[in-house]
């Protein structure tokens, strides 16, 4: 894939070029050495992330910054800047809602891990490599350490700690964190067997869960938790609208309804598939890669990858397809997908927009919308495919009134009533079905 090689490492250096022109170089200013964000803000995290495309960028023989001064003093800034927004216990903030965050500071260390790890695999370091290493070292450590007192919000969270705590667990040869690792995974991963994970977030969540089994299969030595990421791409395959689009519709965060191309999944499809030899996911890394061109997208973030995996950069194939024929009904996930063509639709459990249809340029989303009591839209509480394929979505709704209870009300004081009065005796009226 020497072609996707190349812009994406023609797009890092773009990356790398807007993080050179947007960093702080006010000497005396609290955000110096800092990337700021496009609404003014200045975090670790954006500046990690921007650290990134710079090391990737300096660690590349082929790129125009490799082994560049400039971009090397930067990128120090940009840690000293990091180093003093990291906490002591090593945990770092997301200063608009999460202080003190495990999850945040999973993510922090897990943008910078790659080119570490890469620095780490050379055989001989020149002088700025040894310390831009030891730097991202000291950052990565002092994370994991920082992850052993930290907990999580949402689903994706136990993933990204976990994988990171296994991560430096087996980089800095440290057992608790490996250990603190495994009480996140005992509660069994939450990869159904259509390959949904439970925020069912395929614009977005799926990638950070997908990265994490990859990290947690390589620092384990365990390649089972491949085999969720496998599935998830099975899945996915099946979730390519006929603009090139994802279907996010299903989604239970905040990718839902958006505009995303499926971009981000590419490494997945194309590792994965070199690995297992399946001829399906890398026409899908090659398709997916595709639409950048087609598309003029900025590529994904890969370019640390490539530089952690040269045969991927040197593989090539003729491979290259999407499916466009498919009937898929996961009952699990309470979703159906059929394609025919340049034609879809989708029927979906538990949403009021239960049905969608798309021909490439329209859009178009059912809904049966009414008032009946409390209740409001239809949401298919039942889905179900008859032996002639066809989808059967039911829901039952009742409703009902409260009377007031028929004990003596308790003594007033001061007033107002010492107790709220009990209610009770619900009433049926109706049942809608």
Same mark, same amino acid.
């Given at each position: 894939?020497?072609?996707?090689?190349?812009?994406?490492?023609?797009?890092?250096?773009?990356?790398?070029?807007?993080?050179?022109?947007?960093?702080?170089?006010?000497?005396?200013?609290?955000?110096?050495?800092?990337?700021?964000?496009?609404?003014?803000?200045?975090?670790?995290?954006?500046?990690?992330?921007?650290?990134?495309?710079?090391?990737?960028?300096?660690?590349?023989?082929?790129?125009?910054?490799?082994?560049?001064?400039?971009?090397?003093?930067?990128?120090?800034?940009?840690?000293?800047?990091?180093?003093?927004?990291?906490?002591?216990?090593?945990?770092?903030?997301?200063?608009?809602?999460?202080?003190?965050?495990?999850?945040?500071?999973?993510?922090?260390?897990?943008?910078?891990?790659?080119?570490?790890?890469?620095?780490?695999?050379?055989?001989?370091?020149?002088?700025?490599?040894?310390?831009?290493?030891?730097?991202?070292?000291?950052?990565?450590?002092?994370?994991?350490?920082?992850?052993?007192?930290?907990?999580?919000?949402?689903?994706?969270?136990?993933?990204?700690?976990?994988?990171?705590?296994?991560?430096?667990?087996?980089?800095?040869?440290?057992?608790?964190? %490996?250990?603190?690792?495994?009480? @996140?995974?005992?509660? &069994? !991963?939450?990869?159904?067997?259509? *390959?949904? =994970?439970?925020?069912?977030?395929?614009?977005?969540?799926?990638?950070?869960?997908?990265?994490?089994?990859?990290?947690?299969?390589?620092?384990?030595?365990?390649?089972?938790?491949?085999?969720?990421?496998?599935?998830?791409?099975?899945?996915?395959?099946?979730?390519?609208?006929?603009?090139?689009?994802?279907?996010?519709?299903?989604?239970?965060?905040?990718?839902?309804?958006?505009?995303?191309?499926?971009?981000?999944?590419?490494?997945?499809?194309?590792?994965?598939?070199?690995?297992?030899?399946?001829?399906?996911?890398?026409?899908?890394?090659?398709?997916?890669?595709?639409?950048?061109?087609?598309?003029?997208?900025?590529?994904?973030?890969?370019?640390?990858?490539?530089?952690?995996?040269?045969?991927?950069?040197?593989?090539?194939?003729?491979?290259?397809?999407?499916? %466009?024929?498919?009937?898929?009904? @996961?009952?699990?996930? &309470? !979703?159906?997908?059929?394609?025919? *063509?340049? =034609?879809?639709?989708?029927?979906?459990?538990?949403?009021?927009?239960?049905?969608?249809?798309?021909?490439?340029?329209?859009?178009?989303?059912?809904?049966?919308?009414?008032?009946?009591?409390?209740?409001?839209?239809?949401?298919?509480?039942?889905?179900?495919?008859?032996?002639?394929?066809?989808?059967?979505?039911?829901?039952?709704?009742?409703?009902?009134?409260?009377?007031?209870?028929?004990?003596?009300?308790?003594?007033?004081?001061?007033?107002?009533?010492?107790?709220?009065?009990?209610?009770?005796?619900?009433?049926?009226?109706?049942?809608?079905?």
């Amino acid at each position: 894939m020497r072609k996707h090689y190349l812009r994406t490492l023609s797009d890092t250096e773009i990356r790398a070029e807007h993080a050179l022109k947007t960093q702080n170089l006010q000497e005396g200013s609290p955000y110096y050495g800092a990337v700021v964000m496009p609404n003014g803000v200045y975090m670790a995290k954006h500046t990690l992330y921007c650290l990134g495309y710079l090391a990737g960028c300096y660690c590349c023989p082929d790129s125009k910054y490799y082994h560049d001064e400039t971009v090397l003093r930067r990128m120090l800034l940009a840690l000293d800047y990091v180093d003093s927004q990291q906490h002591d216990n090593g945990l770092f903030d997301y200063i608009t809602c999460n202080f003190f965050s495990a999850p945040d500071t999973a993510f922090c260390i897990g943008i910078i891990l790659p080119a570490y790890r890469y620095l780490r695999g050379l055989d001989n370091r020149t002088e700025g490599e040894a310390i831009l290493m030891d730097r991202l070292g000291r950052i990565i450590h002092a994370g994991g350490r920082g992850l052993l007192e930290g907990g999580f919000h949402t689903p994706n969270h136990r993933w990204a700690i976990a994988a990171l705590l296994a991560q430096c667990g087996k980089l800095f040869n440290e057992p608790d964190l %490996t250990q603190a690792a495994f009480q @996140y995974l005992n509660e &069994g !991963i939450d990869c159904n067997a259509d *390959g949904e =994970y439970s925020e069912k977030s395929a614009g977005n969540y799926n990638g950070v869960n997908n990265q994490a089994m990859l990290f947690l299969a390589e620092a384990l030595d365990d390649d089972s938790y491949e085999q969720h990421v496998i599935r998830n791409l099975r899945m996915m395959l099946t979730y390519w609208e006929p603009d090139d689009s994802i279907f996010t519709a299903n989604s239970t965060r905040f990718d839902k309804d958006r505009l995303v191309y499926p971009d981000g999944y590419y490494f997945f499809y194309l590792y994965l598939g070199v690995k297992y030899s399946i001829p399906e996911f890398i026409a899908m890394a090659n398709y997916a890669f595709d639409i950048v061109f087609r598309k003029n997208l900025l590529s994904p973030d890969y370019l640390t990858r490539f530089l952690l995996h040269p045969e991927l950069a040197a593989y090539e194939t003729d491979l290259c397809a999407a499916p %466009t024929e498919y009937k898929a009904y @996961y009952a699990d996930s &309470g !979703i159906a997908r059929v394609r025919r *063509g340049r =034609y879809t639709y989708t029927v979906m459990k538990d949403k009021s927009n239960f049905l969608w249809v798309h021909n490439g340029s329209i859009k178009l989303a059912v809904k049966i919308g009414g008032s009946f009591c409390e209740h409001r839209a239809f949401k298919a509480e039942t889905m179900e495919m008859d032996e002639n394929g066809a989808f059967h979505l039911h829901q039952t709704m009742r409703a009902g009134t409260i009377c007031p209870s028929r004990k003596s009300p308790p003594p007033r004081t001061g007033g107002r009533w010492t107790t709220l009065p009990g209610l009770k005796s619900w009433v049926p009226i109706c049942t809608l079905m």
